[in-house]
């Protein structure tokens, strides 16, 4: 049987509309019974592109629990960020669609004359989705309280989740980068900062770093040069020797235009501290004392004001983490998770609860083995077998609409806005990406063609081919479970459709 050779025709060609499921037909026909669906998968799966690669591959009938494909389904693979898919549900389930996180802002000593005779304390709840808008509204709640002068400190409490901020097994070099900013008990969302390099004027100059976000510098040397017109951009964080800087070294083309970064901070807390003192100088409020980290004995003993932010609902957040693959927020829910079920605001804590959740949901030890929440970490290992059983578990969960709602929508939004236009997978398939260098991922929901509800795992490690015909690929795999359909016979069991 000759393989299915995905052509660089295929890979340029321009998409056809969404709705044009005409040129969908043309593409791919129906197909009517899982023998028929095998073939076209092991044809898929036997191009001259993946041999090299490891490949795992379940589809199940969400309804019945029928397995109509299975490829490799016990074996582990690195899921990259579809591990964000263990956290969401499980956070789901832990904290509830209702769930909220709590900022405070606490005068610990009297307020007279306009002078808050003691410290402000910013006592964070790990909210990751505080944004800058809400410290400025900071600034006007304290004159409103009639605070013009802090005699004391202003003191971030970030202390409900433990350090380090990044997760076992993320790889050094990409600390610095924005996919890899780290998490705390207090911190902004965005943790990061906008940054562009500005390449000179001959080969060999030297560039210029600059900042496109407001907000204080950040401690990185830049030592990138100016290559070739057309040459690659070449980058590497090498980390700072003590008390000193992060360098930035490589190079980027000869071009007008500049490169574009996403940059991390060098700590989310004092990072937020920097943009509370800022704001606190604009808005004319004098801080007399420090602007600091609490220190990991001090107690806040006295509350004589305080002001309370809160983040919106778990169910929105959670669609803001599945949707653009946000790391930050999937960290901060499984600190969250640690802290709420497991009395500790640490990944391990978090992680246990996980491990808990997914034995309750009938997932034997060793199936999943993970490292963070994110998927950053390369030790993360999970079989397809049960990545379709945590799914089939959710299908079944009295909040799955809010899960199925936040996962990304081929054609239309999130990490999938651009896949699968004008086949039957368009606006229909509900799946969550996943990739690193070597690896590759998409797991979620579709409707077949007789209105079973079809869960699928595809796990992609160790392919040497280029990501989009990787992609490619998947979209090809997927594309043919959309297609399938099955007579529904008397007796068949209801279906429920998916919402």
Do not use: C
């Amino acid at each position: 049987m000759a393989p299915i050779l995905v052509s660089p025709a295929l890979l340029t060609a321009q998409s056809p509309q969404p709705g044009d499921r005409s040129a969908a037909s043309r593409i791919s026909s129906e197909i009517t019974s899982p023998e028929v669906l095998a073939e076209r998968i092991d044809r898929i799966l036997a191009d001259p592109a993946l041999a090299r690669a490891h490949v795992g591959l379940t589809v199940q009938v969400a309804e019945t629990g029928e397995v109509l494909y299975t490829r490799n389904g016990e074996k582990r693979f690195t899921p990259a960020s579809n591990v964000k898919l263990i956290t969401g549900a499980v956070g789901l389930t832990v904290l509830g669609p209702e769930y909220r996180w709590k900022t405070q802002l606490v005068a610990d000593g009297p307020i007279e004359q306009g002078t808050l005779e003691g410290n402000l304390w910013i006592v964070g709840g790990g909210d990751p989705a505080l944004e800058r808008d809400e410290l400025r509204s900071w600034v006007k709640h304290l004159r409103m309280a009639g605070i013009q002068r802090i005699r004391g400190d202003v003191i971030g409490d970030d202390r409900r989740f433990s350090e380090p901020q990044w997760g076992r097994g993320w790889m050094w070099d990409d600390l610095y980068t924005g996919w890899s900013a780290g998490v705390s008990g207090l911190q902004l969302a965005p943790n990061t900062i906008g940054a562009a390099i500005i390449s000179g004027v001959d080969l060999g100059d030297s560039t210029r770093l600059v900042l496109r976000s407001d907000g204080p510098p950040l401690p990185i040397r830049n030592r990138v040069l100016t290559g070739a017109p057309g040459s690659e951009v070449r980058l590497q964080f090498v980390p700072p020797a003590a008390g000193g800087d992060v360098e930035l070294r490589g190079w980027v083309p000869l071009d007008p235009d500049s490169v574009r970064l996403y940059l991390a901070t060098s700590h989310p807390t004092l990072y937020l501290l920097d943009w509370v003192e800022h704001l606190l100088y604009v808005g004319d409020i004098l801080v007399e004392g420090e602007i600091r980290r609490a220190r990991h004995d001090e107690i806040l003993t006295e509350r004589y004001w305080s002001h309370e932010t809160l983040s919106g609902p778990f169910s929105t957040l959670l669609g803001d983490m599945l949707k653009p693959s946000d790391n930050q927020m999937a960290e901060t829910i499984l600190r969250t998770i640690g802290i709420e079920q497991g009395g500790e605001g640490s990944p391990e804590a978090g992680l246990a609860v996980v491990e808990s959740t997914l034995a309750d949901w009938g997932i034997e030890p060793g199936a999943m083995e993970l490292s963070d929440g994110s998927g950053l970490s390369r030790y993360n290992e999970v079989t397809p077998n049960a990545i379709a059983r945590m799914l089939r578990a959710v299908w079944h969960h009295p909040d799955f609409e809010t899960f199925f709602r936040g996962l990304p929508v081929a054609g239309v939004d999130g990490t999938m806005r651009s896949r699968l236009v004008a086949t039957p997978a368009f606006d229909n398939a509900h799946a969550k990406t996943g990739s690193m260098s070597g690896v590759r991922a998409v797991s979620g929901y579709l409707l077949d063609g007789s209105g079973e509800t079809l869960l699928f795992s595809l796990l992609l490690n160790g392919y040497d081919t280029p990501g989009s015909v990787a992609v490619a690929l998947e979209d090809l795999l997927i594309e043919q479970v959309a297609l399938y359909r099955r007579p529904i016979e008397p007796g068949w069991p209801e279906l429920r459709p998916v919402p």
